[in-house]
C-alpha cells in the first residue's frame, strides 16, 4: 500500500473511532446531566449548544448549502432524531448505558427490512443469516436486565425505530449530496423545539458546572458529527458505518470507570458476537450496492 493511502486508511479510521467516541461521551453526559436537571433541559443543551457550534462554523467557514433541496424529508429526519434523542436521554436515567446501546443496534437491522419492504432492497441469503445471528447477540447480551415487561421499555425502544426510520428517509434523497444540510436541519429544529418548551419550563441551574456539561454536549454533538462526516467524505459509508460498533465497547469502558458498572462475562460474550455479526452484516449487505447514508 503507498503511504498516501495507508496515511488516509489511518486517517478514516481515527476520525470514525474519534466521531463514535464523542457520540458516547454526549450520551454518558446527558446521562449525568439528567439526574440533576430535568431531562428535557439536558436535550435542549445537546441541541441548542450543537447549534452555537454550527453557527460558529459557519461563520468561519461559510460553507454554501442549498436548505430548499428535499426539504420536507429534511424536516421529517430531523424530527425523528429530535425525538430518538429525547427518548435516548429519558431511557439513560432509567436503563444501564451499555444496554441502551445492544438495543440501538437493533437499527440496522430495522433499516434493511424496512428496506427489503418498501425499496425492495432484498437481503442475501447471507444477510438473513448474520441478521438472525446479530438479533440473537443483542437478546443474549440484554440477559434478563431489560425482560421486565413495563411501559419505561418504550423509551429505549423508540430510539433505533426512529434512527431506522431516519436512515431509511435518508435513502430516498440519497442522490443529495450536501451531508451538513442534514446537521443545520437537525440542530436548529432540536433548539427551536425544545428552547420555546423550556422557556415555560425553566429549572434554576444550580451549579455552574452544569453548564459545562450542556455546552460539552453541544460540542460533543457537533464535532461528532462533522468528523464522520469528514470521514464517509475521504472513505465510504460502509468502511465508516463499521466503526459504530466501537460505541459498544467505549460505553462499557465508561460504564465500568464512571458509573461503577462492571460487564459481566454473557455480556461480554453478547457483545463480541453483535461486534462481530454486525460488522459482516454491513460488509455483505453493503457490497451489493453503496448508499451514502448522513448519520445523528
Same mark, same amino acid.
Given at each position: ?109 430495522? &433499516? ?5 419492504? %418498501? ?8 444477510? *438473513?443469516? #448474520?441478521?438472525? !445471528? @446479530? ?79 450542556? &455546552? ?5 454533538? %457537533? ?8 470521514? *464517509?467524505? #475521504?472513505?465510504? !459509508? @460502509? ?58
Amino acid at each position: 500500500m503507498p503511504k498516501n493511502q495507508k496515511a488516509s486508511l489511518i486517517k478514516v479510521i481515527f476520525l470514525s473511532a474519534s466521531g463514535f467516541f464523542l457520540f458516547v461521551c454526549m450520551d454518558s453526559t446527558a446521562k449525568y446531566l439528567g439526574s440533576v436537571m430535568p431531562v428535557t433541559q439536558a436535550v435542549w443543551g445537546r441541541f441548542f449548544f450543537h447549534f452555537v457550534a454550527l453557527c460558529v462554523y459557519f461563520l468561519l467557514f461559510k460553507p454554501k448549502l442549498n436548505l430548499t433541496r428535499n426539504f420536507k424529508i429534511q424536516i421529517v429526519r430531523s424530527l425523528l432524531m429530535v425525538t430518538a434523542t429525547f427518548f435516548m436521554f429519558n431511557s439513560l436515567q432509567r436503563f444501564d448505558l451499555v444496554d441502551l446501546y445492544v438495543v440501538f443496534f437493533s437499527a440496522p437491522l430495522i &433499516v434493511s427490512l424496512l428496506s427489503a419492504y %418498501f425499496l425492495k432492497d432484498i437481503l442475501s441469503a447471507k444477510g *438473513i443469516v #448474520l441478521m438472525l !445471528l @446479530s438479533f440473537g447477540s443483542i437478546v443474549y447480551a440484554l440477559g434478563p436486565s431489560m425482560k421486565i415487561l413495563s411501559p419505561e421499555l418504550i423509551f429505549p425502544i423508540v430510539p433505533p425505530l426512529c434512527w431506522a426510520l431516519y436512515q431509511f428517509f435518508t435513502k430516498l434523497i440519497s442522490g443529495n449530496n450536501e451531508p451538513f444540510s442534514a446537521v443545520f436541519y437537525t440542530a436548529v429544529t432540536g433548539a427551536l423545539i425544545f428552547t420555546i418548551y423550556i422557556s415555560f419550563n425553566w429549572v434554576p441551574i444550580e451549579n455552574n458546572i452544569y453548564w459545562i456539561g450542556l &455546552v460539552a454536549m453541544g460540542i460533543f454533538g %457537533f464535532v461528532s458529527h462533522f468528523i464522520i462526516i469528514y470521514a *464517509i467524505q #475521504l472513505s465510504n !459509508l @460502509s468502511f465508516v458505518t463499521n466503526f459504530q460498533y466501537s460505541q459498544l465497547l467505549w460505553s462499557t469502558i465508561i460504564n465500568f470507570l464512571i458509573f461503577g458498572v462492571p460487564a459481566d462475562i454473557s455480556k461480554i460474550i453478547g457483545l463480541i458476537g453483535i461486534i462481530i455479526f454486525g460488522v459482516l452484516f454491513i460488509r455483505v449487505e453493503g457490497s451489493k450496492k453503496v448508499k451514502k447514508i448522513s448519520k445523528y
